[in-house]
């Protein structure tokens, strides 16, 4: 495969999948030395300092390649949105939704070949207001969702979905639901409900598929929407969003949008992308921004 003169940047999170990251790194550095003259390798040592490196990188690279989980990805997307540097991903979390949204490949090693092919297509990313202000770039999960991604942050003795999995279990014994104010293209609604995931891509926590239909090239956001329900039936619907993501179940509704803001006068835990936003949060808005980045695609 021929060499490259691109100028090319890794952020790379050695931390990411448990730690799985950091026993391919060298591996992975080997072999883009293969592929580019150029290939920088910038390792973060705490997760607060991702979106800075991608930052500081965009300005001197025009592709910045984000080695990681959802977590990680969202940190650079937040890095170089706007600056016109173009985004690739190599899948190495616990999860990885976004990577299976992009429809790429589970082999770090794979994805190097589709990194140097080179082909691009503009993708959308969700614009967050409010108590807090970030792009997404997957999901941004708000209520129980918000609080299952609390817990789960904390658990560090199992992998993958599990995490997750066990997250929702918290949540669902901890957090009941309360009053929401929505406001979805302009009508509004107030009513009691127990989650609203804000939806670009149709997979969160490692394949639960909460917007099947979603797609992140498409202009829109998919809302998913839980209203209030016994813990009975949360349990019962769990695997439901595994293995019938289609199906239709009563107090779950899925709406297509373009704006969606959300306001509660009791404080809400919220996600972006898997990143703990707070669990005090009170107000926030999201709106579709199509075509804000170019990324890496099969």
Known sequence: MKRKKEKICFIYNPSAGRGRAGRILE?????????????????????????????????????????????????????????????????????????NALGLPSDPMENLKLIHNGKKRPLDLIRCSGDVETWCANTLGIGLDGWANYYASGINRVKGQMIYVIGILKAVYAYRGGMMKLSIDGKEEERELLMVTVCNGPEEGGGFKVAPDASIFDGYIDLLILEKMSVPRILWYLPKFIFQPGKKLKGVNRIRCKKVTLNTEAPLAVHCDGQGLGINIKAISAVIEPGMLMVIVP
């Open 27 to 99: 591996h992975l550095k080997e072999r883009a030395d293969e592929l580019w003259y150029h290939a920088e390798f910038r390792v973060t040592q705490k997760e607060k300092d991702i979106s800075l490196f991608a930052k500081e990188a965009a300005k001197d690279f025009n592709l910045i390649i984000g080695c990681g989980g959802d977590g990680t990805i969202n940190q650079v997307v937040n890095g170089i949105a706007g600056s016109g540097a173009d985004l690739g991903v190599i899948p190495i979390g616990s999860g990885n939704d976004f990577a």
